[in-house]
């Protein structure tokens, strides 16, 4: 049997409880109904089985070779998100909507590739109110929603220079997230050292940062903290920026928590996008690297340090069980392979290419509730996916007919068969991907030349099968041409009609 509730757009609920009691009863039916959700030694019993929490972390420019559950030569520790690995769902095939940082983030949202809505790079466009986001539908049901770290869905202020875009030049820019369904933001712009936040770094050589001692002879970064009032975060701000976003999610967590609300809190990390700083305890790890090295690879320490804290923290206050937990990268790694620390592992591309390791990141999930801990899988999934997954979990139906291009991934987060028969297509300048099963073609000159891949065969994409497959690769070929009419439609404001 299958449950729905409609939610109708900008709806106004008088009594958010009174909804959220209707949810619970439709997710207990169904838990009742399927009672073999879950593996018997971690499965809530339905009693206890209450509207789940979900909690989006992000990281910025990880590679899909930087940790060690994903690649066992890295020399990055991260036992925490190895721990996390371990006890829910590694996805092999994970993928970012988009080579660079923008595009990814509003898909997380959204649910749809950001050539819909016009962010077509970094610091392009801007998250539009006509879009339908998953904080906003979250919290017409009475879900907490908070936002911390970067945004980079458009500028946080109309009157003060700030960050790559704020200020009065880019007014029509103007998209906080408080616009969009949020009740509580410590969020940034877009990027900031990763230590410090608000200080220049010390630059060596255009390739590494140091923090500046004494901080007396600082000068202003110029990207600033905001909150959810549209203000200035005036608090201390030195020290980790990975611990300073944390510091702020989990009181948000716990203060949700005592008051028996559920929450979405979306956790996106500044960290390892440049300037890379790290604290001098975390550098210290490292010690026969080079000063680039050790600031990367202690910035990434740093992030899984609190991701373990935030681990931690559900276990105490005893909501871990029915948190869905996810975790993943907003593209590949910035750099040079022969130049830059940061790992694609044996994937091909780094960030800002549509192949692999501009695109394939680390992915995880934990649900104790519901996912065996241990699993793995390599069904390729998109971060389009969040937004459908997360209402079909609530037993929500999506309030309009625009196309979306995530499914939900539901199924298989149950151990059950999933079929993906909408493909998962790529845009970005003139490189365009899509992406059927195993196959994947890409062209990097707008359609001049394709390219072929099997990538369970080669995940390296070192074996072009074009002359091979040709008919192929002219079906596949069309369907992303279908699919990018479809986009182009959507970015005139078709859907909003």
Known sequence: MLWKLTLPRNAQYENYRYLLHRITALILAAWTLHPTIGSANTALSAEKISVPNIILMMSDDLGYGDLTCFNEDSPIKTPHLSEMAAAGLKFTRFYAAAPVCSPTRGSCLTGRHPYRYGIYTANVGHLKQEEIALPELLHEVGYATGHFGKWHLGTLTTEIKDANRGGPKNKQHISPPQQHGYDVCFVTESKVPTFDPLIAPVKNNGKAWDPLVPRADSKIYGTHYWNERGEIVA???????????????????????????????????????????????????????????????????????????????????????????????????????????????????????????GIRVPGLFEWPAVVTPGTETDFAVVTSDYLPTILDALQLEYPDNRPLDGISLLPLLQEKSLERKQPIGFQSGPQVAWMSGNHKIYTKDRGKKWQLYDLKADPEESLDLAAQEPELLKSMILAARQWQESCRKSDEEQDYK
Request: glycine share 8%; net charge negative; proline share 6%.
């Open 235 to 357: 608090d201390d701000l030195s020290g980790d920026d990975s611990q300073l976003i944390m510091d702020r999610a989990i009181p948000f967590i716990e203060n949700a928590t005592k008051n028996h609300q559920p929450f979405f809190a979306v956790i996106w990390f500044h960290a390892p996008h440049l300037p890379v700083v790290a604290d001098r305890k975390y550098q210290q790890i490292y010690p026969e690297a080079s000063t680039y090295e050790r600031n990367y690879y202690g910035c990434v320490s740093a992030l899984d340090d609190q991701v373990g804290r935030l681990r931690k923290s559900l276990r105490d206050l005893q909501v871990d069980q029915n948190t869905m937990l996810w975790f993943c990268s907003d593209n590949g790694p910035e750099g040079q392979a022969n130049s830059a620390p940061g790992s694609a592992g044996i994937l091909s591309g780094r960030k800002r290419s549509l192949l692999e390791g």
